[in-house]
């Protein structure tokens, strides 16, 4: 690969978690990229140019050749099955559905109770804060319960289920749910943390 | 398999979509199981003995011999990895990606919108009704866009991600959500409803 032009480009912006679990994947499999900023709090991803590259009208979506994948969950998969191997994503069945166990709890409870919240307290939106309490609450209770006595979420190694949940729970303060109540979950941050080739929110 | 004493527990209730999801890939691939049914909206999803089986204290809830796998999504993963072809699950990375594209849809759009909406009209809960239809819209319009020219979501053959999309989707009405705006997906519901093992959501 010529690196100074990169196959892969990520419509990214820098605060979005969502694009954090990409660049995570992206960084730890150690694959060059160009990062293409979208503002998107300004509306830069519901134009009907963006929606051409995403009909959801969000960020991120990673450009691979002439190949255009949207949504941060699919991305990853894309990532790992293309460019890693299948520690990050496994594919014996039942492997395979551990993992997605908890990219589904990304989706969920960390997306809609997590990142809303923040979303809320620092971006200028507008979601039901104690409904965000209560969409949070099972997932992070669910995380403690396998955290306590496993090393990571879906494996007895990291996988991108890891990395998948990673953002938003690291995040949490940002919008006011704390983490007091899950020290397995704050011991698991420390150790994604200290991943080869783990790479803050804001570089 | 005995059909007797089938190795396949489905933790169920039948008015669920998410439920759904599971018993039309486990008739599609004729799956012996048996559907145990839980009373989730009265509370019996959220018991001490229930959460063991899934830390979430949500249905579905899958048990295959000695294996127990939480979330509608993984189930889906994990049945059909371990008992369909790839044709309902590709392994190829592009392929599965497209197929991920959808499940994220089908857990945040129509989930947060559809399912949503439907419950607070239908089953009691307190969800912001206006919240639920603005997250439905860019779901259900990139479903359109998809299937004006497409017979389905992922690929040139049903796969997962119809499947899960579908029933939130079959259920807009009850949440008071038009599906005029989008034809394509109308036509879409009609051709998941003709497939071989097509089950309804209340037999």
């Not at 006595?149 to 991108?160: N, R």
Request: with cysteine.
């Amino acid at each position: 690969m010529n690196t100074d032009t990169p196959a892969l480009k990520l419509y990214d912006l820098d605060i979005s978690g969502n694009c954090h679990k990409v660049r995570l994947l992206l960084s730890m499999l150690g694959l060059a990229h160009e990062r293409i900023r979208v503002d998107a709090p300004g509306g830069e991803s519901l134009t009907a140019g963006f929606r051409r590259l995403n009909p959801r009208g969000q960020i991120p979506v990673l450009v691979d050749g002439d190949t255009v994948i949207w949504d941060s969950m699919a991305i990853l998969v894309y990532l790992a099955r293309r460019y890693g191997d299948d520690r990050w994503l496994p594919t014996a069945a039942l492997a395979e559905a551990r993992v997605m166990q908890w990219l589904a709890v990304s989706e969920n409870e960390l997306l809609y109770g997590l990142a809303r919240a923040r979303a809320t307290l620092r971006l200028g939106r507008d979601f039901d804060l104690a409904q965000c309490r209560r969409d949070a609450a099972p997932g992070l209770a669910a995380m403690q319960a396998r955290l306590d006595g496993h090393a990571w979420l879906a494996a007895d190694h990291p996988t991108i289920a890891d990395l998948a949940c990673y953002p938003y729970v690291a995040l949490a303060g940002e919008g006011d749910v704390s983490l007091e109540p899950y020290p397995a979950v704050r011991a698991w941050l420390e150790r994604v943390e200290g991943l080869p080739g783990w790479v803050p929110l804001r570089e």
